[in-house]
DNA sequence: CTACCAGTCCTTTTT
DNA sequence: GGACTGGTAG
């Protein structure tokens, strides 16, 4: 057995060296997914199964394609870049602009992320005089990537009421306004390329037959559209190999459909199902709690992990009185592992939702502990980036509406709401370019290029008609980015990113905000980025995949896609040792010895919200399950019996997911959970309509009661015996009934009906109220 | 046209 | 509690 065959175990080594078939690999949390992903690909090059050019890795994320590509070019003597490795969206550009004009898009398409799709969108919905209270931009945009999602254009989806009719309507308009502008979104990547794939069958042959191997990375995570891309793909003589974990699917909400597991065995008759079920990350204890909570999960595919470590610590509880009291904990305990000798970096808090991390935030930063949030602004994303960002784009593509009005009056020149309304009326009277043979305002096309990308009706197109001062202030814009285009003709792009950027104005508006300097560093930082842009990277050859040929993308074309669909690092800090702050999404595929699970409580962990939505629950759970996985060998999990969220004190119990971990496997360090877990129990009959309908529990109501009835019980151990719905005696005002609540222990105040004398809030403390 | 203030709405997120 | 939006005053 050669070198890197070694120290596989034999699940592992299976999979590996599969015969060349359809496979699909359930590899549980900490098995050794990458590494057999990427085991795989070097032993078909080493055993000449394969030539790096038959092969085609896709993962989700840039991250991960970016780990294989390490990987891989450790384990073989070859350059990886040359493959096919990479996310969906950047195969898909990659096969878009090599064969840009049967897609129908110019050369030099420009990518719009979520933020430019939504304005796009916004665009959209004021031209077609639209109620935005009716029909939310971000409702239509979310719209419009599930039908994309789908593989549905606008034309073929079928609306039966007005509204959806209207939507379709806003759909059409807004593909329409991409065409012209030369852009495309992120779904449109996918869809466009499933397109190219499906009407062209000559090209759909040539990749079917030259991928002789699909490498599908976190397959649960992949949507409908996806899929429909892979089986266009693998061909006759193609064997398909994904890796995935249902157990870890938690993106639902975005479109992924783990049901692509079940279709892939169904579709492809996969007789090879290997499951990876030894753990190398977590301690027993941990992974025992990690496999009894998922066994509370229905639909599941089966799977239990084990590992040869041994049990380790149990799990350690800490019910909070508040959030502020949760941070304390978190705090101290950090502080003692520290003392310890366990590295911050190597510590991790993770939450359900971002508004969890600010309380724990100021209480790190109160102990003077470094830590880092993910999560935040990524560099590409930040204001001042995409600015300079959208410069760049205009004098790529001046054609491009939206980066035009990002910054047609950023930094201002007196082009305001007005002038661009005046712009918006000519450009939609313009001649359209409806008949593809018409030349737009003389800019007759040279070439097809030239046509597809200089279409009229664009913003800039129709500068030179406006009169007025809107004309007058708009030309002055227009000749500055021609200026910008003729004096960065033949320039490197690093120098290109310097030039533009320095006469933009950018930086002069800036220097004079009092936050300015960050800013003004990070256009610097930009300038780096360009100049050490390699476009090697991103430009593959497209007859063989093995050389690189410069001239199918331009350097600044392809350093605009290279933004948008990288965003860039989350934040500064890299190098320091710094606590980990994150939500549970994105603490997925990483790993820490100590982690914190923070706010395990009813409403937030399962989120309320959740529990609304078909197999919400369920996806709670798996999300529980991830966070649980991360750590190696402590995990922490801590309730807040009250909580500051959106300025309101709010009561929770603890999360059911507690109830679902063996009691045995966990150490308590707060004793009152044994008598909460009682009340929890006898929350029902404080709602008897929640009871009722949660005996027929299906996952809907059942969960909708218990949060229910959690509001009501909450209280109650928190106001000293007192609860909502409670009658009672004031020696003063007489009886009386609890309707609502706030604060807790000495601090608890609650609001009684008196019969006698009207509503009144009095704090327990100081007033003797009787239960009766 | 810009700058400031009040009212609203709150999951999760990668590409 | 805070980010974002829309309206109004300058």
Same mark, same amino acid.
């Given at each position: 057995?050669?070198?890197?065959?070694?120290?596989?175990?034999?699940?592992?080594?299976?999979?590996?060296?599969?015969?060349?078939?359809?496979?699909?690999?359930?590899?549980?949390?900490?098995?050794?997914?990458?590494?057999?992903?990427?085991?795989?690909?070097?032993?078909?090059?080493?055993?000449?199964?394969?030539?790096?050019?038959?092969?085609?890795?896709?993962?989700?994320?840039?991250?991960?394609?970016?780990?294989?590509?390490?990987?891989?070019?450790?384990?073989?003597?070859?350059?990886?870049?040359?493959?096919?490795?990479?996310?969906?969206?950047?195969?898909?550009?990659?096969?878009?602009?090599?064969?840009?004009?049967?897609?129908?898009?110019?050369?030099?398409?420009?990518?719009?992320?979520?933020?430019?799709?939504?304005?796009?969108?916004?665009?959209?919905?004021?031209?077609?005089?639209?109620?935005?209270?009716?029909?939310?931009?971000?409702?239509?945009?979310?719209?419009?990537?599930?039908?994309?999602?789908?593989?549905?254009?606008?034309?073929?989806?079928?609306?039966?009421?007005?509204?959806?009719?209207?939507?379709?309507?806003?759909?059409?308009?807004?593909?329409?306004?991409?065409?012209?502008?030369?852009?495309?979104?992120?779904?449109?990547?996918?869809?466009?390329?499933?397109?190219?794939?499906?009407?062209?069958?000559?090209?759909?042959?040539?990749?079917?037959?030259?991928?002789?191997?699909?490498?599908?990375?976190?397959?649960?995570?992949?949507?409908?559209?996806?899929?429909?891309?892979?089986?266009?793909?693998?061909?006759?003589?193609?064997?398909?190999?994904?890796?995935?974990?249902?157990?870890?699917?938690?993106?639902?909400?975005?479109?992924?459909?783990?049901?692509?597991?079940?279709?892939?065995?169904?579709?492809?008759?996969?007789?090879?199902?290997?499951?990876?079920?030894?753990?190398?990350?977590?301690?027993?204890?941990?992974?025992?709690?990690?496999?009894?909570?998922?066994?509370?999960?229905?639909?599941?595919?089966?799977?239990?992990?084990?590992?040869?470590?041994?049990?380790?610590?149990?799990?350690?509880?800490?019910?909070?009185?508040?959030?502020?009291?949760?941070?304390?904990?978190?705090?101290?305990?950090?502080?003692?592992?520290?003392?310890?000798?366990?590295?911050?970096?190597?510590?991790?808090?993770?939450?359900?939702?971002?508004?969890?991390?600010?309380?724990?935030?100021?209480?790190?930063?109160?102990?003077?502990?470094?830590?880092?949030?993910?999560?935040?602004?990524?560099?590409? &994303?930040? /204001?001042?980036?995409?600015?300079? %960002?959208?410069? !760049?784009?205009?004098? *790529? +593509?001046?054609? #491009?509406?939206?980066?035009?009005?990002?910054?047609?009056?950023?930094?201002?020149?007196?082009?305001?709401?007005?002038?661009?309304?005046?712009?918006?009326?000519?450009?939609?009277?313009?001649?359209?370019?409806?008949?593809?043979?018409?030349?737009?305002?003389?800019?007759?096309?040279?070439?097809?290029?030239?046509?597809?990308?200089?279409?009229?009706?664009?913003?800039?197109?129709?500068?030179?008609?406006?009169?007025?001062?809107?004309?007058?202030?708009?030309?002055?814009?227009?000749?500055?980015?021609?200026?910008?285009?003729?004096?960065?003709?033949?320039?490197?792009?690093?120098?290109?990113?310097?030039?533009?950027?320095?006469?933009?104005?950018?930086?002069?508006?800036?220097?004079?905000?009092? &936050?300015? /300097?960050?800013?003004?560093?990070? %256009?610097?930082? !930009?300038?780096?980025? *360009? +100049?050490?842009? #390699?476009?090697?990277?991103?430009?593959?050859?497209?007859?063989?995949?093995?050389?690189?040929?410069?001239?199918?993308?331009?350097?600044?074309?392809?350093?605009?896609?290279?933004?948008?669909?990288?965003?860039?690092?989350?934040?500064?800090?890299?190098?320091?040792?710094?606590?980990?702050?994150?939500?549970?999404?994105?603490?997925?595929?990483?790993?820490?010895?100590?982690?914190?699970?923070?706010?395990?409580?009813?409403?937030?962990?399962?989120?309320?919200?959740?529990?609304?939505?078909?197999?919400?629950?369920?996806?709670?759970?798996?999300?529980?399950?991830?966070?649980?996985?991360?750590?190696?060998?402590?995990?922490?999990?801590?309730?807040?019996?009250?909580?500051?969220?959106?300025?309101?004190?709010?009561?929770?119990?603890?999360?059911?997911?507690?109830?679902?971990?063996?009691?045995?496997?966990?150490?308590?360090?707060?004793?009152?959970?044994?008598?909460?877990?009682?009340?929890?129990?006898?929350?029902?009959?404080?709602?008897?309509?929640?009871?009722?309908?949660?005996?027929?529990?299906?996952?809907?109501?059942?969960?909708?009661?218990?949060?229910?009835?959690?509001?009501?019980?909450?209280?109650?151990?928190?106001?000293?015996?007192?609860?909502?719905?409670?009658?009672?005696?004031?020696?003063?005002?007489?009886?009386?009934?609890?309707?609502?609540?706030?604060?807790?222990?000495?601090?608890?105040?609650?609001?009684?009906?008196?019969?006698?004398?009207?509503?009144?809030?009095?704090?327990?403390?100081?007033?003797?109220?009787?239960?009766?």
């Amino acid at each position: 057995m050669s070198l890197y065959l070694e120290h596989l175990n034999p699940e592992q080594h299976a999979a590996v060296t599969l015969p060349e078939q359809h496979a699909l690999i359930l590899a549980g949390a900490g098995s050794g997914k990458t590494r057999v992903l990427t085991t795989r690909i070097a032993w078909l090059i080493k055993n000449s199964l394969a030539s790096p050019g038959q092969i085609l890795a896709v993962t989700f994320t840039n991250k991960a394609a970016r780990e294989m590509q390490t990987r891989l070019s450790a384990m073989l003597p070859i350059n990886p870049r040359g493959m096919w490795i990479g996310t969906f969206h950047g195969l898909c550009n990659r096969m878009l602009r090599a064969h840009h004009r049967d897609a129908g898009l110019p050369q030099t398409f420009q990518i719009l992320d979520s933020a430019d799709q939504l304005a796009a969108v916004k665009r959209i919905v004021k031209s077609m005089n639209v109620d935005e209270d009716k029909f939310p931009p971000r409702e239509v945009q979310w719209f419009i990537n599930a039908r994309k999602e789908e593989g549905l254009r606008a034309q073929a989806v079928g609306a039966q009421d007005g509204i959806t009719r209207r939507y379709v309507e806003m759909y059409a308009a807004y593909d329409a306004q991409c065409q012209r502008d030369g852009v495309v979104d992120f779904s449109e990547l996918l869809l466009r390329s499933y397109e190219l794939l499906t009407r062209n069958e000559v090209l759909r042959a040539h990749y079917a037959e030259r991928f002789r191997h699909i490498l599908v990375d976190e397959f649960q995570d992949t949507n409908r559209l996806q899929y429909r891309w892979l089986r266009l793909l693998c061909g006759p003589n193609s064997a398909l190999f994904a890796v995935g974990d249902d157990d870890q699917s938690i993106y639902r909400f975005r479109g992924a459909n783990v049901g692509n597991m079940a279709d892939f065995e169904r579709d492809f008759a996969v007789e090879k199902v290997i499951r990876l079920e030894q753990n190398y990350r977590s301690q027993g204890n941990i992974l025992s709690a990690a496999n009894a909570l998922i066994a509370h999960n229905e639909n599941r595919l089966g799977k239990n992990l084990w590992t040869a470590a041994g049990e380790g610590e149990p799990l350690r509880v800490y019910e909070a009185n508040s959030d502020l009291d949760e941070a304390r904990f978190i705090v101290d305990e950090v502080q003692a592992l520290s003392r310890e000798g366990v590295p911050y970096q190597d510590m991790a808090v993770l939450y359900r939702s971002n508004a969890q991390s600010r309380v724990i935030e100021h209480a790190l930063f109160g102990a003077g502990i470094a830590y880092r949030v993910y999560g935040g602004l990524r560099f590409f &994303e930040r /204001a001042e980036v995409k600015h300079a %960002l959208a410069y !760049l784009r205009l004098v *790529a +593509t001046p054609e #491009d509406d939206n980066a035009l009005l990002r910054v047609c009056n950023f930094p201002p020149r007196g082009i305001g709401a007005r002038s661009v309304e005046a712009l918006v009326d000519a450009a939609r009277n313009a001649p359209t370019a409806t008949d593809s043979n018409t030349p737009a305002f003389g800019l007759g096309p040279d070439n097809e290029d030239a046509r597809l990308s200089r279409l009229a009706g664009s913003l800039w197109s129709s500068i030179p008609q406006l009169a007025g001062k809107a004309g007058t202030s708009l030309q002055a814009f227009r000749a500055l980015i021609e200026r910008l285009q003729q004096e960065t003709r033949g320039l490197t792009l690093g120098e290109t990113a310097a030039h533009v950027i320095a006469h933009s104005g950018l930086i002069e508006h800036y220097g004079k905000e009092r &936050e300015g /300097a960050d800013r003004i560093e990070n %256009l610097n930082e !930009l300038v780096n980025a *360009a +100049t050490g842009f #390699d476009p090697a990277e991103a430009i593959i050859d497209i007859a063989t995949g093995e050389t690189t040929d410069p001239t199918v993308v331009d350097p600044l074309t392809a350093f605009l896609s290279h933004a948008a669909l990288e965003a860039g690092e989350h934040q500064a800090g890299e190098g320091q040792d710094a606590l980990q702050m994150m939500t549970v999404h994105s603490a997925k595929g990483l790993e820490f010895q100590v982690v914190f699970i923070s706010g395990l409580e009813e409403g937030l962990f399962p989120h309320e919200q959740s529990l609304n939505e078909r197999d919400g629950l369920e996806e709670e759970r798996r999300l529980a399950y991830v966070a649980i996985t991360r750590a190696r060998t402590r995990l922490y999990l801590t309730v807040a019996q009250t909580r500051m969220l959106h300025g309101q004190t709010r009561y929770n119990l603890p999360s059911r997911f507690l109830n679902e971990v063996p009691e045995t496997l966990m150490k308590w360090l707060t004793p009152r959970y044994n008598e909460r877990r009682a009340r929890a129990d006898d929350a029902a009959w404080l709602n008897p309509g929640a009871s009722a309908r949660g005996h027929f529990s299906s996952d809907f109501s059942a969960g909708a009661a218990a949060a229910q009835s959690a509001r009501f019980a909450a209280p109650a151990s928190a106001l000293g015996g007192f609860r909502i719905g409670q009658s009672v005696i004031h020696p003063k005002f007489g009886q009386g009934v609890i309707v609502d609540a706030e604060g807790a222990g000495s601090e608890a105040r609650v609001q009684v009906n008196f019969s006698r004398n009207g509503v009144k809030w009095l704090a327990l403390g100081v007033a003797k109220l009787t239960a009766v």
